[in-house]
Every structure is written in C-alpha cells, then in structure tokens.
C-alpha cells in the first residue's frame, strides 16, 4: 500500500482527535482529503474504510448529530475521536519489574507472538514507563516455535472465526476433516493442544496440535463466540495425563546408548506369540506414555531398531516411515534461490504496519529527545532509510489547513532526533489482544521458575499490565505456554554459579548423533531454555569453539578448580544458534512441506525460496551430515534432502531398511 494512505490515515486520526465540536464529512473532503475528483459515492466508501481502520487501531470514533437531525445525513453529521480513546493508560515499573516484563516479553522472541510481544514492550517504553534494564545470564527461557498452525489458530481464536484441518483420531487410528470454534491454545505435557466446539460432534474436542496433518484453514467469512470465562489453563488441568506402557523393541547391540540407559533388558521372547530378536540384537522395554512423542524418537533411530510392541507403537513408527519415505519418492521440485537469500513466508508491510508503528514513534521521540537516529532506527528494528521515510511522512502531518506551527515538527539534521510538536500524540495506543496475549501468558509461564516466582516482582507486574490492557488482557485466558522449568535444577545451579564465579567445569556428555559419551572442559558463558529444555552456552576447549549442551545431556558436571580463561564471549542475540558455522560445513538443501516449514528457522537456514502449495526450499548449513537420515525420518513426511545427491540417497536407503522391518510376512494378514 502506497505511503499516501499512511499519511491520511494519520493526517484524519489528527484531525479527529483535534476537534471539540466534531468535523463534517464535507470539512474532511476539503481539508484533509482534499478529493475533488471522486464522486460522493466513492468518496463515501473510501471515508468509511478508513473510520473502520481507525476503529481496528481501537480508536472510537464518535458520531454527533446535530438536535433534530437524521444520523444518516453527512451533511448535519460530525465526527470526532476523544482525546482519550484508545491510549495506554500511565503505568510505571520498577527495574525488578522491568526485568521480569522483558524475560516475559522475550519468551516469545522466535514463536508465533514475538512480534506482538516486542510492540508491547514498545509501547511501554513509548510511555516512558519501562526504562532500559539488563537481563541476568542464567535465567533467559524462551517458547520453542510451534509451526505456522499455532500462528493460524492463535490469529483464529482472536479474530473468532472457524477452523479446519485433517486430524489423526487417537481412537482410530484415521485421518479425519475436522471443523472447529478454537477457544484457546496451551500446552500440557509437553505438547501444545487446541481446546474448542468441534462444530461436527456438537461437543467440546481436545486436539494436539502434533496430530494435526493438513495446513489450518481459516474460515474467515465465519464467527462464532467463546464461552464467557474460558480460560484454558483450567481446561487442561483437567486432562488426565496417559497411563504408563511398556514398549518391547529390538535394537542393534552396541548403538543407542541414550535409549539403553531408559530401558531394561528383556529376558526370553518378550511375551507369547512374539519371536526371538535377531543375534545381532538386544531385546529391551522401554517405559513410554505417549506412541506418538516414542514413535517420533524411534523412527528417528531408523533400521538401528525394530519395534515389536505394542501394535499402536508399530504403528506410529511404520507411518512416521512411510511418510517420510512418500515425501523422498515424490517429483523434485526445481532448485532456485532469490539474490535476496530469505523469502517465502515474510509478510511485506502494509500502510497499517507503518501506521502503527508511528503511533509508537511520536511518543517514544516524546520520552526519548536526542537520540541518535541509528539508535531509534535499531530500537523499532527497521532501517535508517525506513526511519528517515517516516519521519518525512510525519513532519507533513498535522490539523487541517493548519500553519507550521500545527503541523508535527521534528528535527534530526544533526543526527539526533528531537520532536517539539507531538499533537497530542504523546501516548501510545492501548495493547492489541496479541500484545497483552504475549507479556500476561508470558508472565505466567514465568511462575515455573522458582527463582522469579518467589518474588514479588512478578506479581506486580502481572497486576499492573492487567490494569492497563483492560478488555484485552482478559481474552489472554485463551492462550496457557508451555513449562519452563528444567528437569534437573541441580546441573542448572551448577552451572550458573560457575557462570557468576567465573569457574571453569569438566561435563561428561553424551551426544545423541555420535552415539557417545565425551569428557570436556569448558568456559560457562549462558545459559537459555526452549520450552524446559535448557542449554549452556560454553567456550569447549576441546572443540575450541562455542557450543550448546543440553542439560539434560550432561551426565556429570563439576568445576575443575582452574578459572574460566575468557577465550570467548556469548554469541550475539537471542535465540542462540544450536549450532556453530565452520568453514568445512556442509551447505544442504532440504524441501520443506507446508506443515514443516518451520524448520527453516529452527536449523537457520540461510536460504529460503517459496513453493506452489506452500511448501519452501532452504539451504541449511551442517556440521555434521551423518545424522540427516535421522532427522528425515523423524519429521515423517515434512522435509527431505534433495542436495548433495549423495545425502539424498542415504536418507531414501536409511527408510528403506527401516521399513522392510515392518513389511508383513507373505500370507500374513
């Protein structure tokens, strides 16, 4: 949309907000639209598409009628936007406050509301109310990315229109079309679920978003209306969690050592009916509660092992495999990246999003004079040419027919930005329903970690970001994250006060690529979470390098009594990379199906190009490549390795072998 929509949107919400008495539609063709040229038909419609964007920005605007008069008549009517509608109300946080906000706001800082959360946080900073604060280095959690259908379902469950998809029934074992009221989103043990109406079974449905196997359909011309009071933290909390089970499962001796250590030997055949393992093998049980999260693992694990029972498990394997053996046989699309590197699903902003953040802007120069432009240009993440676009666009802004001095006067000839004319534009308008969303359901998955709950911070915080989104902050019941807390809060103890004593650790480790356990001395620089999986940023001297190491990976971990030597220092930006770029990697381009786009961003691919249907072609970088038949199988039909040609056979002979294992017997049912 071109910039001359921004500049009458905003030259209108001026001019609204400026007027006691109210201004005729006849005032605002001449002095603010200055049309001559459209007739009063198409005038009229254009008039009304932007007093509705005005009021999706939630700025209420007023219609005043003079005594006697019809409402549907433009030439006694007038129009007007009080001078309180829709701004943030003043709230003001302490630094232990801030500090809280700003974890609660970054917990999102790569999932599906992490734009809403850094417009939050601006806003606050616009009002001057959020001053700059530094984080502490081992408390930083954030939500993993739960794939384009959490972002279409939150957008449906705020906008409250329909949903469909294809669901795989737990009961039965089948694909079926769904249509759904989503009411809300949240995530119990360790998975996300959509609780709504299911519109075709007239009941309330629970559905993990795991199951899920078409793209969300937003069914946009639809409506319904949630339940009063739905909260769906207290929804969930009534989901049983499943029975424990016993898998029985053939491994090949001497691999897997990962799964070995969760599992106990099986004496005998493992049951009645049931065959010897083969002499290569180790028949072992595996403690599970839910086939899909194991199926997931084990058909990662290839033709290394072979599920026997029970048959659901079987069953979850041999689809992951098939799957994803599909998917590899499938045509190859043709290979072609744009000179720009990124592409396929970046959203190109619209007049609404430059509108919006220059509502954030004016009040934000208010309360920050004299910033360098670079400074301001970073802080609204756009570049200084974008920058400088708005403020022209601002500067040209102002009442109607008005002198210079009504116009929005702001300087930054020397580099440094300062406003002396704001137009009452000083605060910034109320939180969206994502935004408030973002920071209360942030602040609330921040109460798992003891270390923040036990203060009084955060519920301070919560208190007073409640008071100010108003209505808003009350939908935000509609949406519950994940646990934070991590599974051993020993090692994480540990770790962190090596971190502040600057004390170097030995960690023994066990990498599942490797399928070995390594000893290592590293320099502990951060540590940071994904859902409550936490990771420690470190200095290896082994590796000489950064890497990441999953606590829960660690078997043993010990200061060795020498200092950490500040050889290196954390990576820039948060969420940090999993994986360190070398020279020797190995650039692998992967198609992505519509359902497993995400992964571009979770593996940082350097390269990303749009394909017919949805699905996208990234370029990822490696490390190590002996793994990728591993991943392959484990997305079960969402990626597949189309170069180096090499790699893409070894993906397709790795399902292969593991396939044939649940190939029936000749004659057998």
């Known amino acids: 949309m071109s910039a001359s929509r921004t500049e009458r949107l905003l030259n209108l919400l001026i001019a609204l907000l400026n007027t006691t008495y109210g201004l005729r539609r006849s005032e605002l063709r001449e002095k603010v639209y200055r049309d001559t040229t459209a007739s009063d038909t198409a005038f009229g419609r254009m008039f009304e598409r932007d007093k509705d964007e005005l009021r999706r920005f939630g700025f209420d605007v007023e219609t005043v009628t003079d005594t006697g008069w019809g409402s549907d008549d433009p030439a006694t009517t007038r129009y007007r936007i009080g001078k309180e509608s829709n701004r943030l109300p003043d709230v003001s946080f302490s630094a232990e406050e801030g500090t809280v906000l700003i974890l609660a706001a970054q917990l999102w800082e790569h999932a599906a509301l992490g734009s809403a959360a850094v417009d939050a946080v601006r806003k606050l900073q616009a009002a001057g109310g959020l001053a700059d604060t530094e984080l502490p280095a081992g408390v930083q959690p954030r939500i993993r990315p739960a794939g384009q259908a959490f972002e279409d379902l939150v957008a449906a469950i705020h906008a409250q229109h329909p949903v469909s998809f294809t669901y795989l029934a737990g009961s039965t074992g089948r694909e079926e079309e769904r249509f759904v009221e989503p009411w809300g989103l949240g995530s119990r043990f360790g998975q996300w679920y959509l609780v709504g109406h299911d519109r075709t079974r007239g009941d309330k449905r629970f559905y993990r978003l795991s199951r899920l196997t078409s793209a969300v359909t937003v069914l946009e011309k639809d409506h319904f209306t949630a339940p009063a009071g739905f909260n769906v933290r207290a929804e969930l909390a009534g989901l049983p969690e499943l029975p424990p089970q016993t898998a029985v499962v053939d491994v090949d001796r001497g691999r897997l050592h990962g799964l070995r250590k969760r599992a106990q030997a099986v004496p005998g055949t493992g049951g009645a009916g049931t065959t010897q393992p083969a002499a290569d093998r180790d028949r072992l049980a595996v403690p599970f509660r839910d086939a899909e999260t194991l199926g997931e693992e084990l058909a990662s694990y290839g033709p290394l092992v072979a599920v026997v029972s029970p048959p659901e498990l079987v069953a979850a394997v041999r689809r992951r495999l098939a799957a994803a053996a599909a998917f590899t046989a499938a045509p190859v699309p043709a290979v072609a990246f744009p000179e720009t590197g990124r592409a396929g699903h970046t959203r190109k902003s619209t007049s609404e999003d430059q509108l919006k953040r220059m509502l954030q802007l004016v009040p934000f120069l208010v309360h920050n004079q004299g910033l360098h432009i670079s400074e301001v240009a970073a802080r609204f993440g756009i570049t200084r040419k974008a920058l400088e676009d708005d403020l022209r666009i601002l500067i040209c802004s102002g009442l109607p027919e008005g002198y210079p001095d009504d116009l929005l006067d702001i300087q930054w000839d020397d580099d440094h930005v300062f406003i002396t004319q704001d137009l009452d534009l000083t605060r910034p308008v109320r939180f969206t329903v994502d935004e408030a969303c973002a920071l209360l359901t942030g602040l609330e998955t921040l109460n798992g970690l003891p270390e ?112 950490a030597e500040r050889t290196a220092a954390p990576a820039d930006g948060f969420p940090v990379k999993l994986f360190t770029p070398n020279d020797d990697d190995t650039l692998v381009v992967v198609e992505l199906a519509p359902r497993g786009t995400g992964l571009a961003a979770d593996y940082y691919a350097e390269r990303t190009a749009g394909l017919p249907g949805g699905g996208l072609l990234a370029e990822i970088r490696f490390g190590s490549t002996d793994w990728l038949p591993m991943f392959v199988a484990q997305h079960g039909g969402m990626v597949r390795i189309l170069q180096p040609a090499a790699l893409a056979d070894a993906s397709r002979q790795w399902l292969t072998a593991a396939l044939t294992q649940y190939t029936p017997a000749p004659g057998a049912r």
């Not at 090692?491 to 690529?513: C, E, H, K, M, W």
């Not at 540590?527 to 190491?549: M, P, V």
Request: charged share 25%.
């Open 452 to 563: 923040l709950a036990e203060g009084g911070a955060l519920e301070s915080v919560t208190l007073k970001l409640m008071a100010a989104a108003g209505e808003e902050g009350r939908k935000a019941a509609a949406l519950s994250g994940p646990e934070v807390a991590p599974g051993n809060t020993a090692t994480l103890q540990t770790a962190r006060d090596a971190i502040r004593d600057g004390a170097q650790l030995r960690l023994v480790y066990f990498s599942p690529q490797r399928d070995a356990v390594s000893e290592r001395d590293v320099d502990p620089l951060r540590l940071y979470s994904l859902d409550n999986t936490w990771y420690l940023e470190a200095y290896c001297h082994s590796a000489r390098g950064l890497r990441n190491f999953r606590l829960d990976r660690i078997e043993a971990l010990a200061p060795n009594g020498r200092p």
